[in-house]
């Protein structure tokens, strides 16, 4: 059970005693319309994310007869990850970390130089968010429109367009589940299956389940994700220092604010204080309030304000894209200066550098085979008639490239050992040659007979080395060969 602290439980009783809830209701943001260089921007970016996001499954990529000629595809059934020319198997899991480190550091990066401009051109949340409210807009009309209609009585002007909305919301949010699953199963093929009916139960449960959650979190929880759910803003702040561009109010140049300041002159601030900056605002902040935690940085505020500053006849950028240091030397009087070095940045970008480079050479490198090999639990050993040891392995071969491979295998740290393979019925060889299908993996049962060196501790480290005849390529995966502690051979 949870506890509370005696401070805390003071406090909700004293709250409740007043009268007052101890959570606030929401309060429901109605983003007005803006024009302006940043709100085109931001459209280029979401239609460039989401053009991307529902016709990449459906680009082709021919890799043979035999392969999914789908360019993006994380087949799991047959566990294999597509994507262009490369193929990735599950042991090149790593490759996954290094990507997701990547995208970690990048992140890290950006936000410092930055601030929060994933979270507000390129985050799925903010993205279809920004889609589902202009919909919202072209059927319910602006913020003003929106207002009236939401607190009037229902009318059945209201019921159709609300109704209209709701349908187009799940309309896209098929959409956008659908597409989800075709990064899974071939598009075409899916979406065949699909509307006749003989789709896996899964692809219905999964397109259904996304549809579900696209449509509650881009309709109706909105900013409420970024502000509650998400843990990026809380510990973003980690990443920003006085030099991090972000939405920033000129307070030194807006204030004191004056209310139509056309007709009381121009003493005072540039601040006209019309509100503009936080009806377009879709977190619904006041930004010249400072840097909050629910800003996530998209600027739109600074095309409402260039407006409002336009009609006013003042400089533009009242609220614009700056440094703390530049508005502390703003304010002083000095000229700004952007440091895109610092120490953050410079760690920042050596670990990307890093990691860039680290995938790039692993990548480039790529071993088109693996190996791995297990070692018989029972018997641990067997002793010959002649006086020999034997062990017995399991040994899996993996085959990524596209045509049938012979693979030879070796025994390294083991003189005189031979090596006999149970399945195919060979006869006892210092090597073998054993065919591994194309994209598969070749089991192999590997018997290891000889007189070890030495035994004293019942073990004996010895490696088994695997080429392919074709490349040359090879990879050795390390064993031990087992006997009784202090084997002498013949005795
Ligand atoms: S304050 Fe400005 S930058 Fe921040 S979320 Fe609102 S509109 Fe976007
Ligand atoms: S839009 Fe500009 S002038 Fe209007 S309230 Fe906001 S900061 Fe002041």
Not at 282 to 305: F, H, K, S, V, Y
Request: proline share 4%; hydrophobic share 45%; with cysteine.
């Amino acid at each position: 059970m949870s506890r509370i602290s005696k401070a805390d439980r003071q406090l909700q009783l004293q709250q409740e005693a007043a009268g007052q809830p101890l959570y606030a209701n929401r309060v429901r943001v109605y983003p007005k319309s803006v024009h302006g260089p940043v709100r085109r921007f931001k459209w280029a970016v979401l239609i460039f994310c989401l053009g991307l996001y529902y016709l990449l499954p459906w680009l082709r990529w021919h890799r043979g007869v035999t392969e999914p000629d789908q360019a993006v595809l994380l087949d799991l059934f047959h566990e294999r990850f597509y994507f262009f020319n490369l193929k990735f198997w599950p042991q090149d899991i790593y490759y996954l970390t290094g990507l997701l480190i990547m995208a970690a550091v990048g992140l890290f990066l950006v936000t410092s130089l930055a601030g929060r401009v994933w979270c507000g051109y390129t985050c799925p949340q903010t993205v279809w968010t920004d889609l589902f409210m202009w919909v919202e807009r072209v059927i319910e009309g602006d913020r003003n429109e929106r207002m009236k209609r939401d607190a009037a009585a229902a009318s059945l002007d209201t019921v159709w367009r609300k109704a209209a909305k709701h349908a187009i919301w799940l309309g896209i949010a098929f959409w956008t589940g659908g597409a989800w699953i075709m990064y899974y199963v071939d598009a075409p093929t899916v979406t065949v299956e699909f509307w006749t009916g003989t789709a896996s139960k899964e692809v219905y449960f999964f397109t259904f389940l996304f549809t579900a959650t696209t449509y509650l979190l881009a309709g109706w929880a909105r900013e409420q994700v970024c502000t509650y759910m998400c843990p990026w803003p809380r510990f973003q702040a980690a990443m920003l220092d006085e030099q991090s561009l972000t939405v920033t109010y000129q307070g030194w140049r807006g204030e004191p604010r004056q209310r139509g300041r056309r007709l009381l002159g121009d003493a005072g601030g540039d601040c006209i204080d019309c509100g503009l900056c936080v009806s377009v605002c879709p977190t619904g902040i006041d930004i010249r309030d400072g840097i909050q935690m629910e800003c996530i940085n998209c600027g739109l505020c600074i095309d409402a304000c260039n407006h409002v500053m336009s009609v006013a006849q003042r400089p533009r950028f009242l609220i614009t894209w700056a440094t703390l240091a530049d508005q502390a030397a703003k304010a002083r009087g000095e000229h700004p200066k952007f440091r895109f070095f610092r120490v953050r940045t410079i760690i920042y970008l050596s670990a990307l550098l890093l990691a860039v480079l680290v995938m790039g050479v692993a990548l480039a490198t790529r071993a088109e085979l693996g190996l791995a090999v297990l070692h018989d639990r029972a018997p641990l050993f067997v002793r010959l008639a002649d006086g020999d040891l034997r062990n017995g392995y399991t040994v899996k071969i993996a085959n990524m490239a596209d045509t049938q491979v012979l693979f030879e295998l070796n025994l390294d740290g083991m003189p005189g050992a031979v090596l006999t393979e149970a399945n195919e019925g060979l006869g006892p060889a210092v090597q073998l040659g054993l065919p591994v299908n194309a994209d598969s993996v070749g089991t192999f049962r590997v018997m290891v007979s000889g007189q070890p060196a030495a035994l004293k501790a019942g073990s004996q480290p010895i490696a088994f080395v695997l080429s392919n005849t074709s490349t040359g390529e090879h990879t050795v995966y390390r064993s031990v060969f087992m006997g009784p502690p202090g084997y002498a051979g013949n005795d």
